[in-house]
C-alpha cells in the first residue's frame, strides 16, 4: 500500500501581505508582479540568485537588527522605533558567539569588521541601559 503524502499551506497573513492584499488586483490589472504570481514580496525586494548572502553581509544584517532592537532605527514594520532589550540582546550575544566560534577561521577584514560591531553594540546598549533602565538582565559579557 503506497505511502499517502499531505501538503502543508500556512494561510497566516503577514503585515505586508495585508496592506498589499488591497493593492494587488490594482498590480495585476497594470501587468505588475504580486508575490501570488511568483514575483517579488509586496515590499519589492527578492534576492536574485547571482546575489548571495555573505559573512560581512550576514554580521552587517545582525547589527541592524541589534540597533532596530535597541530602539536606534525604524522598524520595518511600522516604521517607527520599538524598543526590545532582549531582543537587541539576543543579537548582540549571536554576534558574540560567531566571534568566538570563527576565531581564527575569518579574513582580517571580517575579523576587524566583526569586532568593531560588536563593540559599537556592546557600547550602545550599556549605554542605552543606563540611560533609561532595565535592558534585561544586563549588558552583553565581552569577547
Not at 509586496?42 to 541589534?66: E, N, R, Y
Not at 559599537?120 to 550599556?126: A, P
Amino acid at each position: 500500500m503506497p505511502e499517502q503524502g499531505f501538503n502543508v499551506n500556512d494561510r497566516r497573513i503577514s503585515h505586508d501581505q495585508a496592506e498589499s492584499a488591497d493593492a494587488a488586483p490594482q498590480a495585476r490589472a497594470q501587468g505588475q508582479s504580486t508575490p501570488e504570481a511568483g514575483g517579488p514580496p509586496a515590499g519589492g525586494f527578492k534576492m536574485s540568485d547571482s546575489q548571495g548572502i555573505d559573512f560581512t553581509t550576514f554580521v552587517i544584517s545582525l547589527a541592524q537588527s541589534a540597533l532596530i532592537h535597541m530602539g536606534l532605527g525604524n522598524h520595518p514594520d511600522t516604521g517607527k522605533p520599538e524598543p526590545n532589550p532582549q531582543l537587541a540582546r539576543q543579537n548582540i550575544d549571536i554576534l558574540g558567539l560567531l566571534e568566538e566560534k570563527t576565531r581564527g577561521n575569518l579574513s582580517e577584514e571580517e575579523g576587524d569588521l566583526l569586532t568593531q560591531m560588536l563593540y559599537t553594540l556592546r557600547m550602545r546598549y550599556v549605554a542605552l541601559a543606563r540611560e533609561g533602565g532595565s535592558t534585561g538582565s544586563g549588558a552583553s559579557h565581552g569577547g
